[in-house]
Nanobody, 125 residues
């Protein structure tokens, strides 16, 4: 199983970024793919997730209306479009895979089965 994130960088507040997660080595339709982040000195937190078979999504409140998660099942890719970025969005963003036993994904850190190595997003003026 491999999850590889890309697309992070240094941007100004108000800017946009698109993160990508390339997944391989498992049957994607059985999983939810999630994005988590960890800011310096803070605990890791869930940002968004998507059920690969149905497209059902979930967002944490601070990113609702600004972030959009999407999938390309043919390419085994999941994207996180981030708009109107704020300094508090700064952190390492991780892609996760969670084997599903229901129709919905969740953002419980301890429940994820696989993690990528992360990509850094730095929002600063």
């Amino acid at each position: 199983v491999q999850l590889v994130e890309s697309g992070g960088g240094l941007v100004h507040p108000g800017s946009s970024l698109r993160l990508s997660c390339a997944a391989s080595g498992f049957t994607l339709d059985l999983y939810a793919i999630g994005w988590f982040r960890q800011a310096p000195g803070k605990e890791r937190e869930g940002v968004s997730c998507i059920v690969m078979s149905t497209g059902s999504t979930l967002y944490t409140d601070p990113v609702k209306g600004r972030f959009t998660i999407s999938r390309d099942n043919a390419k085994n890719l999941v994207y996180l479009e981030m708009e109107d970025l704020k300094p508090e969005d700064t952190g390492i963003y991780y892609c996760t895979a969670d084997l599903l036993y229901s129709d919905y994904c969740n953002l419980v850190v301890s429940g994820m089965d696989y993690w990528g190595k992360g990509t850094l997003v730095n929002v600063s003026s």
